[in-house]
């Protein structure tokens, strides 16, 4: 049973570049969440996907945004990119838009130059 | 205010040690605990949850006060494994979204 997965496993863009990220939520899900984790911080939630529709948004800009697929897979896109997006991306699936067990992705880390 | 505090640490105890780590949340309105466990460079795996009557799972204990709005985990026997960053987490009750502290490191030497 393949667990949450993500790619790339790391990636480096220049300043003002835009950026895909791609998740594949653990079998049986159909929602998933995206966040930022920079350098010694939490996790912070970025937005979640569910019936391919965005549900839930936290405190990120428009330059932030997402997709989601009929096979429940998502994508998270950056544009512009800034120095300070530099961060490691986890991507979290869970059982429906209200359970709160998320089970987590290896995560993207992302370095902007 | 951060919604979710934590000391940082890092704590660095020796094996067989019990530690102790705390976390306050700023809104009374949250609906449901949880302590996650980050190895380096990894991603984040749940722990366990936190109840009002508190839980046990082998050596961790977690307990909830919501009147303080603080939440512990508490391990017992340290062991080497135990080296990680713990996170607390809340959620409001308005869907999956999850609100983490800033994780506190933990160090278990020999």
């Known amino acids: 049973d393949a667990g949450v997965t993500q790619s790339p496993t790391h990636l480096i863009k220049t300043r003002g570049q835009q950026v895909t990220l791609r998740c594949s939520p653990k079998?049986?899900?159909?929602?998933v969440s995206w966040y930022q984790q920079a350098l010694g911080q939490g996790p912070q939630f970025i937005f979640q996907?569910?019936?391919?529709?965005?549900?839930q948004r936290g405190n990120f800009p428009d330059r932030f945004s997402g997709h989601q697929f009929p096979n429940y897979s998502s994508e998270l896109n950056v544009n512009a990119l800034l120095l300070g997006d530099s961060a490691l991306y986890l991507c979290?699936?869970?059982?429906?838009?209200?359970?709160?067990?998320?089970?987590f992705g290896q995560g993207t880390r992302l370095t902007v130059v | 205010r951060k919604e979710v505090e934590q000391d940082p640490g890092p704590f660095n105890v020796p094996e067989g040690a019990t530690v102790a780590f705390n976390c306050t949340y700023s809104?009374?309105?949250?609906?449901?605990f949880f302590w996650y466990r980050q190895d380096c460079r990894k991603e984040p795996k749940l722990l366990m949850s936190?109840?009002?009557s508190g839980n046990e799972d082998g050596r961790f204990t977690a307990q909830l006060n919501r009147a303080s709005q603080y939440i512990s985990l508490l391990i017992r026997d340290s062991k080497l494994s135990d080296s990680a960053t713990y996170l607390c987490?809340?959620?409001?009750?308005?869907?999956?979204?999850?609100?983490f502290g800033q994780g506190t490191e933990l160090s278990v030497k020999p």
């Open positions: 996907y569910y019936e391919e529709e965005e549900r």
């Open positions: 809104n009374s309105a949250s609906q449901s």
């Open positions: 987490v809340v959620n409001m009750g308005q869907g999956g979204k999850l609100i």
């Open positions: 936190v109840y009002s």
């Open positions: 079998s049986g899900h159909d929602t």
């Open positions: 979290a699936s869970s059982d429906g838009p209200t359970h709160t067990e998320a089970f």
